[in-house]
């Protein structure tokens, strides 16, 4: 068995977080979720993993992670590793995989990604296990059919609307041609058809019209990029509910009081 690596993005914007600010922490991986910060709800899904092996932290907050009552726990854990966060995410997960600190098969997600469990990795590593990048999305009808009071961003396509899972799979070398490409993406997010202008004209007017499926938008961008990609919807309505606003934060208490 391959173990993978594993990134998980906990920086923290210019200026601080508003939410962060809110809950009265240094960052949102701090915000306590039912009393425990949100980093250790993801840090403790990998760690039970036999097929996971180092887990890498970026974060401007180490030495408040490393000091925190809440987290030290997971600066002692021998298979985690805690890395300075460069001024941009490509910037970061570049100077980790060239450094060959990160190797590959690898796993990125985020620090806010609190509600992440074992059938979401288990689903992504199975349909993008053969892939140099995987995308997780969960498609509109999964999300509202379970959390209809969940707001979240929504790419529109032929076939269905999509929210990012704040999850990526990157199988080989290959993925780092799309790595600087992902930061401006993140940027854009926001922005819905406005993420497709990355990817030229042709792709932005399929995506505008609704010509183009989930299937077909991973097949177009292999070619284009000359990489196997895939983009890979999720069977868990709770796989793109990050952490951003208060209500999400009230949302995520629940499932994880749930799970318990």
Same mark, same amino acid.
């Given at each position: 068995?391959?173990?993978?690596? +594993?990134?998980?993005?906990?920086?923290?914007?210019? &200026?601080?977080?508003?939410?962060?600010?809110?809950?009265? #922490?240094?960052?949102?991986?701090?915000?306590? @979720?039912?009393?425990?910060?949100?980093?250790?709800?993801?840090?403790?899904?990998?760690?039970?993993?036999?097929?996971?092996?180092?887990?890498?932290? #970026?974060?401007?907050?180490?030495?408040?992670?490393?000091?925190?009552? &809440?987290?030290?726990?997971?600066?002692?854990?021998?298979?985690?590793?805690?890395?300075?966060?460069?001024?941009?995410?490509?910037?970061?997960?570049?100077?980790?995989?060239?450094?060959?600190? +990160?190797?590959?098969?690898?796993?990125?997600?985020?620090?806010?990604?609190?509600?992440?469990?074992?059938?979401?990795?288990?689903?992504?590593?199975?349909?993008?296990?053969?892939?140099?990048?995987?995308?997780?999305?969960?498609?509109?009808?999964?999300?509202?059919?379970?959390?209809?009071?969940?707001?979240?961003?929504?790419?529109?396509?032929?076939?269905?609307?999509?929210?990012?899972?704040?999850?990526?799979?990157?199988?080989?070398?290959?993925?780092?041609?799309?790595?600087?490409?992902?930061?401006? +993406?993140?940027?854009?997010?926001?922005?819905?058809?406005?993420?497709?202008?990355?990817?030229?004209? +042709?792709?932005?007017? @399929?995506?505008?019209?609704?010509q183009i499926s989930l299937n077909g938008l991973?097949?177009?961008?292999?070619?284009?990029?000359?990489?196997?990609?895939?983009?890979?919807?999720?069977?868990?309505?709770?796989?793109?509910?990050?952490?951003?606003?208060?209500?999400?934060?009230?949302?995520?208490?629940?499932?994880?009081?749930?799970?318990?």
């Amino acid at each position: 068995m391959t173990q993978k690596s +594993v990134i998980i993005l906990a920086g923290t914007r210019p &200026g601080g977080d508003p939410l962060a600010k809110k809950f009265g #922490v240094p960052g949102k991986a701090f915000i306590p @979720l039912n009393g425990e910060p949100m980093l250790g709800y993801v840090v403790r899904q990998f760690l039970d993993r036999p097929d996971i092996g180092n887990i890498h932290i #970026v974060t401007q907050l180490g030495q408040l992670l490393r000091g925190d009552p &809440g987290t030290a726990w997971i600066a002692e854990d021998s298979r985690v590793q805690i890395h300075p966060s460069l001024p941009t995410i490509a910037a970061s997960l570049r100077q980790l995989f060239k450094s060959g600190i +990160v190797g590959f098969p690898a796993l990125v997600t985020t620090g806010d990604n609190a509600l992440i469990d074992s059938q979401t990795i288990d689903q992504m590593l199975v349909q993008s296990g053969e892939d140099d990048v995987g995308i997780g999305l969960v498609e509109k009808r999964i999300l509202l059919a379970k959390y209809p009071e969940s707001k979240r961003t929504w790419l529109k396509l032929r076939g269905g609307q999509y929210s990012g899972a704040n999850l990526f799979y990157l199988g080989s070398a290959k993925a780092l041609e799309m790595i600087e490409l992902w930061a401006r +993406v993140e940027q854009d997010r926001k922005k819905g058809w406005k993420i497709f202008t990355l990817f030229g004209p +042709v792709l932005l007017f @399929l995506a505008v019209t609704r010509q183009i499926s989930l299937n077909g938008l991973g097949k177009k961008l292999s070619r284009k990029f000359d990489l196997k990609i895939s983009a890979t919807p999720l069977d868990q309505a709770e796989a793109c509910m990050d952490v951003d606003k208060a209500e999400d934060v009230e949302i995520a208490e629940r499932v994880l009081k749930s799970r318990s």
